[in-house]
């Protein structure tokens, strides 16, 4: 017997890997644009998040291709 597990769709902030995921890209760039400061992102305990927030204003301000 298997059970689905499902994430949460109103969660705040997600991990490095799920805010790569969910931006597509790799989490190499994540960490890049962290340190770059054109990221921000906050430390719970051990954890790296970014807000759902962050990630939207990052994106937004990507340039736009032609």
């Known amino acids: 017997m298997s059970t689905a597990t499902t994430l949460p769709t109103d969660r705040k902030a997600d991990s490095i890997p ?16 962290i340190s770059a400061g054109k990221l921000r992102a906050v430390r719970a305990g051990r954890r790296v998040l970014v807000t759902r927030e ?13």
């Open 18 to 33: 799920a805010t790569a995921a969910r931006l597509s890209v790799s989490e190499r760039t994540i960490y890049r644009e």
């Open 54 to 66: 962050e990630q939207d204003r990052w994106l937004n301000a990507l340039p736009a291709v032609r």
